[in-house]
């Protein structure tokens, strides 16, 4: 069983900064590979970043692009997603996830975005953005 908890979200005008981290419980936390996702009110969940069971390699949504950064320790069981120059339309409900195959290291961000890839989630944690 593994656990997931996020931590890191609030308020924030826009242009503004939040860096989200998610805890894992588990000691195989560094074989796998993690995502963010998120989910605004009456929207599906959406991709947002990935990380390669190694940190070697991201993926990122096109929509944040170049503002968001995903990274993990694994000394730490930590993903991190540094998220700056932040759009109201970031506002959102943002979850972490753990992907099921261990070492998974596909190249394309179309896998990473497909949400059966993933088995463990967090509870999540709000965002909000304002104008």
């Known amino acids: 069983q593994v656990q997931l908890v996020e931590s890191g979200g609030g308020l924030v005008q826009a242009g503004g900064s939040l860096r989200l981290s998610c805890a894992a419980s588990g000691r195989t936390f560094s074989r796998y590979g993690m995502g963010w996702f998120r989910q605004a009110p009456g929207r599906e969940r959406e991709f947002v970043a990935a990380?390669?069971?190694?940190?070697?390699?991201?993926y990122y949504a096109d929509s944040v692009k170049g503002r968001f950064t995903i990274s993990r320790d694994n000394a730490k069981n930590t993903v991190y997603l540094q998220m700056n120059s932040l759009k109201p339309e970031d506002t959102a409900v943002y979850y972490c996830?753990?992907?099921?195959?261990?070492?998974?290291?596909?190249?394309?961000?179309?896998?990473?975005?497909?949400?059966?890839?993933?088995?463990?989630w967090g509870q999540g944690t709000q965002v909000t953005v304002s104008s």
């Open positions: 996830a753990k992907t099921k195959i261990m070492m998974w290291d596909y190249r394309e961000t179309y896998y990473w975005a497909r949400t059966r890839e993933y088995d463990y």
């Open positions: 990380i390669t069971w190694s940190g070697g390699s991201a």
